[in-house]
């Protein structure tokens, strides 16, 4: 019965003691595929702390190929951007507190695709996670509110209106008498070329 209970104050010491192990430090979280960053805009590269800590305390690193050459350097409470991200580069919640460590970097130029790193050490270790940002440049998007607007109702009404006024023409034409049936002459220049346009009408 001692040697039991002796056994299972050992295996409950065991667990505790790894579980201590675990949860004591923190690891840093990005997503795992890669970010699209579009030309001259802004882009947020996220990262967290898990499980939720505050990392006020702790060393916050971004870098882009060197550890060295760092964008943004968070250190005894100092806050450093690296002279080349210089009014490029901030943290989206400076307090820290809920380990969102997460960078918004804006103006992106091409040169800026690459692979980043964030980095969180509260003094003991260490953990760091990289991610991948690609550059493209804008293209025409069709979910921009204005585009929507006249691609849904400006081209189409436009249509619409060219067609009444079309049907109205020819109607008045062909009372007049001046359609005869097929020729309709289009001038576009001078001299008036006459070019045939059977198929407008
Ligand atoms: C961290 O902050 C960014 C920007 O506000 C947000 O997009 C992201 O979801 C946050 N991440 C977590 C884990 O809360």
């Known amino acids: 019965m001692g040697n039991f209970l002796w056994f299972c104050a050992e295996l409950l010491f065991l667990l ?71 009014g490029r580069v901030s943290l989206v919640h400076p307090d820290l507190e809920k380990g969102n460590v997460s960078l918004l970097l804006k103006d992106i130029t091409a040169s800026d695709e690459g692979i980043y790193t964030c980095h969180v050490s509260p003094g003991q270790y260490f953990d760091e996670r990289s991610l991948n940002m690609l550059v493209r440049e804008r293209v025409f998007e069709c979910s921009h509110p204005v585009r929507l607007y006249l691609s849904v109702i400006v081209i189409p009404a436009v249509l619409a209106l060219f067609c009444f006024w079309a049907s109205l023409l020819y109607a008045q034409r062909k009372k007049q008498g001046t359609v005869s049936s097929d020729a309709v002459y289009w001038c576009t220049a001078r001299p008036c070329n006459t070019r045939r346009l059977r198929s407008l009408f």
């Not at 967290?48 to 505050?54: A, R």
């Open 16 to 86: 505790s003691l790894s579980q201590a192990l675990e949860t004591g430090q923190v690891k840093v979280v990005v997503p795992s595929s890669s970010m699209l960053a579009i030309k001259d805009s802004s882009i947020v590269l996220p990262c967290h702390l898990e499980p939720e800590t505050s990392a006020a305390g702790m060393e916050v690193r971004w870098f882009k190929g060197s550890f060295t050459d760092f964008l943004y350097l968070h250190k005894n409470g100092k806050e450093t951007v690296g002279s080349v991200y210089k």
